[in-house]
């Protein structure tokens, strides 16, 4: 790892990722706001690579795929393409743009979560190397967490019981990075790397203010330390901690998240879960809200998943109480003995009622907020969008 920079001409952003919508989105932004700029898509595996450059192609960009899967020549084929202009979007894994300087690449999106922090800088970093202005853009979703945590732990190539560890505490990091709507996304990669930033310099360039430092105001901070303690005492009871998995105490997080919300559906009446206490705490939030919190809470060790292949080979995610869970129970303030890791305070954020510009400009269908040259999508009518295979889009 060369010097990390603070990278001002970089703006940063993290997306939320829709399924199927989100190949749409990225197909109107190349056909827009970079309709005559070079950069990096970086995908997941190398079909999702072929796919995306396929679907690119038939949107009329110029696009190729570039993985571990093709020639030698192939590739040196492609890097020259893209060098010269030929070819403007390359759809990569992430060995892709190491030891290739271009210096005007516009924007590099993570169509996939990166595996780490390092990873993202360095691929983000490829980016406006000129010094001119470019665009860092990640499309998150948790469920890629999952994918990538099932290929760690039960992959043809897992390291040894160390290595795991690494690789998952590397993906837990890049996740809350990607989870925190709070702090500067620049503060954070520094720190990370053990340096320190004011927030008040991103700030003061508004071209490439990164998002968090942009929603000033989006969200404010409630204490939910009160309903955490209760989703800590359900899930000690009915789930168990890491080492509990059985067909009666495995629950996934969508399902505590029902409870939470109060639903009466039928998993949730056939349990018993009901008449529980924590049944319908979490009426007032919307669900996405509690889908963060718990989300939150696993990050910061006070809940744990365990994954569990199926016969089938499919991998399914249970929800277990975490290491730190009786901190937060016995309501200890004191800090926690785990590095980076969390008081026995949650503080957490949630949408307020006023709409900012912002949230507004993302329901226009912008992206972004258009006092930062936002460009708006093509309204759905107008937007010609191809797929290769038939695929059902809810546009
Ligand atoms: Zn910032």
Known sequence: MTAVTTRPNLKYEILEKKGARTIVEITALLKTRFARDSGIVYCFSRKECDQTAQTLRLNQIKADAYHAGLSDSQRTDIQTKWITDKIKVVCATIAFGMGIDKPDVRFVIHYSLPKSIEGFYQEAGRAGRDGEKAQCLLYYSYKDMHRIRSLIEFGNDKGSPEAIKTHIDNLWRIVSFCENKTECRRTMLLNYFGEKFDRSQCRSRPGTTCDNCSIQGEYKSVDMTA????????????????????????????????????????????????????????????????????????????????????????????????????????????????????????????????????????????VGPPSQGAVPLDPPARLRFCVPTPVVLAW
């Open 227 to 366: 309903l955490s303690k209760e989703v800590v005492k359900f899930i000690g009871e009915k789930c168990g901690n890491s080492s509990n998995s059985s067909w009666a105490t495995n629950f996934t997080a969508n399902h505590v998240i029902d409870v939470c919300k109060g639903s009466e559906n039928q998993k949730i009446k056939s349990t018993g879960h009901n008449s529980s206490n924590l049944h319908g705490q979490a009426k007032q939030f919307s669900r996405s809200d509690v889908e963060r919190l718990i989300r939150k809470m696993t990050v910061e060790g006070y809940l744990d998943e365990i994954h569990v292949p199926s016969r089938d080979g499919i991998v399914h995610a249970y929800i277990k109480t975490g290491p730190l869970a009786p901190q937060l129970m016995s309501g200890n303030a004191k800090p926690v003995p785990v590095a980076d890791r969390a008081s026995a305070q949650l503080q957490f954020l949630v949408r307020t009622p006023e709409v900012s510009a912002a949230a507004l400009a993302r329901a226009a269908g912008m």
